[in-house]
């Protein structure tokens, strides 16, 4: 057990449908990291919050949104999804933004999302 | 931008020998953090090493050790002693020193260990 939690661990949904993925970091860690990992894109970052605020972004289409909440959880939301959006959607978290690096980020165990 | 290559796609070994996989980076930045991680079939990311690019000894975590070459810009991940467990795929990734601290991935390279 890594310490960061993401669940559902599985998720099979509709095209056109919205789901949640959520994810609890690591006690201590204040940042969050969404990553999405699909066979033909690879590993592609998608968003960072710290503390509650979003500190970047990357590759993250508009149907996808995420946030940061006050006990330090996160989700991320996808909407109208489509098949392409089929993948595996890890969060990553560290203590602060920049002292990942030294510890290694740690990853929760990523959601399944499948879309039909 | 960061941009990390790994050139083997996939990798054999016998057990018990040393492998090297592969991985060039490249970056404009001065302060970068360079990284390898190792995901097995059930999915999981899990941390192996890390290397700070002002980190001038190469890294070493037990049967993992980081060839770094800053010239070059390669940060080969050696595993020695490679055991049937060690069969997963690799992913070499960058971090930049800046406000932005996400990783970059390779593409990752597969590793089949050998009876």
């Known amino acids: 057990d890594s310490g960061v939690t993401q669940t559902p661990k599985h998720l099979i949904t509709a095209t056109g449908q919205r789901v949640t993925l959520r994810c609890s970091p690591r006690?201590?860690?204040?940042?969050v990291y969404w990553y999405q990992q699909s066979l033909d894109q690879g590993l592609q970052f998608l968003i960072q919050?710290?503390?509650?605020?979003?500190?970047a972004k990357g590759n993250i289409l508009e149907r996808f949104s995420a946030q940061q909440f006050p006990d330090l959880h996160s989700e991320l939301n996808l909407s109208s999804l489509e098949l392409g959006d089929s993948a595996l959607y890890f969060c990553a978290s560290s203590v602060g933004p920049g002292q990942g690096a030294v510890y290694g980020y740690t990853f929760g165990s990523g959601t399944r999302l499948t879309v039909v | 931008a960061q941009k990390i290559t790994q050139t083997q796609p996939g990798m054999f070994v016998q057990e018990k020998e040393a492998v090297t996989l592969d991985c060039t980076y490249d970056t404009s930045d001065q302060s970068y953090g360079l990284f390898w991680y190792k995901q097995p079939s059930s999915g999981e990311m899990i941390f192996l090493i890390y290397q700070g690019s002002y980190d001038e000894q190469n890294a070493t975590e037990g049967r993992y050790s980081l060839n770094f070459q800053k010239a070059r810009k390669s940060a080969n991940l050696v595993i020695s002693a490679s055991q049937l467990g060690d069969s997963a795929m690799y992913f070499c990734a960058s971090r930049s020193g800046g406000s932005n601290y996400k990783l970059t991935f390779g593409k990752g390279t597969l590793l089949t260990v050998n009876p």
């Open positions: 919050y710290y503390n509650g605020e979003e500190r």
């Open positions: 006690s201590g860690d204040l940042s």
